[in-house]
């Protein structure tokens, strides 16, 4: 059945989809006036970061994520480039902060992690598929591509695909899933969190079924997955920071390590990271809100950040 549907898997990252029949389009909020600050210069680079960006933009040329602007194109718009790292290996961005406070926001909704879990807490059976860089398998309609323009010491470039670091790409992309299957959906055997889908069924046989069908759907509108982060029918899987097993919803424990480790917060800025993550998981942990409360009033601005014993405690308590 999957050799069937080969067509729905990417091979590599040269080997892309291009989804059929959806576009993304960037709205500027025309109130404000532009700004200088959204025709940015690119940033000062070190040799090894000019080597990783030259790197980087040959691999996008490749898979046809941006193209090259030409001299005579008149530009308005440039934003500098950024390299991030993530288990070794370098990634490019564009810093689109600038354009992100001139664009209009998108309030389509993302699903709640709880809600979800919910229906695969009710599944025997669970499979996970994983869209291969999402973002860049979707078109940029003409008109928009001029907003993502990004500069480094090789030129000017323009993505043809979504970005990473767009504001309103995680709700496009979801409206955009939800509306690809929204029979599926309907019928209530996938969860779709918008790059990865979730089969869940009590039967082996539907649950084959249901694959094929999906595979099927990929292929029909040319949005390639990755085999690599996919899973068919485990008996266990992480999905949505969970790890799932049959009945059983526990949390990822590679994702607590790093925060087991850590001290107690030293400003606000760390104490408002820890508590999004622990909000993340505060259907794992009793009485939440009683227990992080005087650590919410900590991040208050008329309260001065101090750690005292009873903040330390409570810390603690959550950590544990």
């Not at 996008?60 to 530009?75: A, F, P, S, T, Y």
């Not at 009710?122 to 999402?134: D, E, L, Q, V």
């Not at 992480?238 to 590679?254: D, F, Q, T, Y």
Request: hydrophobic share 40%; charged share 25%; glycine share 4%.
């Amino acid at each position: 059945m999957l050799r069937k549907n080969r067509p729905a898997f990417a091979m590599g990252e040269e080997t892309l989809g291009k989804i059929r029949g959806h576009h993304i389009e960037l709205y500027l909020d025309v109130e404000r006036p532009y700004k200088p600050m959204l025709r940015r210069p690119p940033y000062p680079a070190s040799l090894e970061t000019r080597k990783e960006i030259e790197k980087n933009i040959k691999e996008l040329l490749d898979m046809d994520v941006i193209r090259k602007i030409g001299h005579n194109e008149i530009v308005k718009i440039t934003t500098p480039v950024i390299i991030n790292w993530n288990d070794g290996k370098s990634r490019l961005c564009g810093n689109f902060r600038a354009l992100n406070s001139y664009t209009k926001a998108d309030r389509y909704p993302i699903p709640r992690i709880p809600h979800a879990l919910d229906k695969l807490a009710k599944a025997k059976y669970i499979t996970k598929t994983h869209c291969m860089k999402g973002f860049h398998q979707n078109v940029v309609r003409p008109n928009s591509m001029k907003l993502l323009r990004i500069i480094c010491h090789m030129g000017i470039y323009e993505y043809t695909r979504m970005p990473f670091g767009i504001k309103n790409a995680p709700a496009h992309f979801q409206r955009m899933m939800d509306t690809i299957f929204q029979e599926e959906i309907l019928e209530g055997w996938i969860v779709v969190y918008i790059y990865d889908i979730i089969i869940y069924s009590e039967t082996w046989e539907d649950h084959v079924q249901y694959i094929d069908r999906l595979l099927s759907k990929y292929t029909h509108v040319n949005l390639k997955i990755s085999l690599k982060k996919s899973n068919f029918g485990p008996q266990e899987l992480l999905a949505l920071g969970h790890k799932v097993s049959g009945l059983i919803l526990a949390i990822e424990h590679n994702k607590l390590a790093a925060v087991l480790q850590k001290p107690v917060p030293n400003n606000i800025k760390e104490m408002q990271s820890f508590l999004g993550f622990a909000s993340y998981y505060r259907n794992h942990i009793k009485i939440f809100a009683h227990i992080t409360s005087n650590l919410y009033k900590l991040c208050s601005k008329d309260v001065v950040f101090e750690i005292t014993k009873e903040i330390r405690d409570e810390y603690e308590r959550i950590k544990h």
